[in-house]
């Protein structure tokens, strides 16, 4: 089970606005790589700043509902406005682990977080994004397989930028939820390999 699964709804809920985005001229790739240049801004707001202003921390569940509704904006426009492209395709796939990388890498700024587990996070982060999208080589659809995809990713963070921000977590905090993150993503890996082969095998 994923977040994900709720994406459906949540499209609903954007659709009138993204009608409107697609009247003013904005594009899905615009919408990508705007995206992910703010999210490497707010990470290094958060990473310079927050030692000194913990406040800083709460951009953190900010940005990342408001990513995730770009997110699904930018799937929007190219799907049902005519927008999709192979560089869109790279845009998409490459800018959300990128700007995954720098949001995770931002709790860096914590006193006395331990690097290696947030750097794990990162790594493993990116794996599962990159077995979704071997689904598409062997013949089955990018896999969104739980249980920490994206979305569900955002959200942990999401909570964890409050509560530092509250000044209700600390490094061990941090480290203990990362690194059960980080081992739930190892997880997802195996369950976006095995759903894809198990697709593809039924299509063969």
């Not at 240049?37 to 406040?55: E, M, T």
């Not at 509902?65 to 999709?84: C, I, P, S």
């Not at 914590?110 to 599962?128: E, K, R, S």
């Amino acid at each position: 089970m994923s977040i994900y699964a709720l994406k459906g709804r949540f499209q609903d809920l954007l659709r009138p606005g993204v009608r409107g985005l697609y009247r003013l001229g904005v594009t899905a790739n615009m919408v990508t790589l705007g995206a992910a240049l703010v999210s490497l801004a707010v990470a290094a707001g958060v990473f310079w700043q927050a030692p000194a202003h913990p406040g800083w921390y709460a951009l953190l569940p900010v940005w990342m509902l408001l990513r995730m509704a770009l997110n699904a904006v930018d799937g929007m426009l190219a799907r049902e406005f005519g927008q999709q492209s192979r560089p869109g395709a790279y845009y998409n796939e490459l800018s959300d682990v990128i700007a995954d990388a720098a949001l995770y890498l931002s709790l860096l700024a914590v006193p006395g977080v331990h690097a290696p587990v947030l750097w794990a996070l990162v790594w493993l982060a990116a794996l599962t994004e990159y077995t979704g999208v071997l689904g598409l080589m062997v013949g089955a659809s990018r896999r969104y397989d739980g249980p920490m995809g994206k979305s569900d990713r955002a959200l942990i963070i999401g909570v964890l930028g409050i509560a530092l921000a509250g000044g209700w977590a600390g490094a061990r905090v941090v480290d203990a939820v990362v690194t059960l993150v980080a081992l739930l993503c190892a997880v997802t890996v195996f369950n976006r390999v095995r759903q894809g082969l198990r697709e593809a095998g039924a299509r063969a």
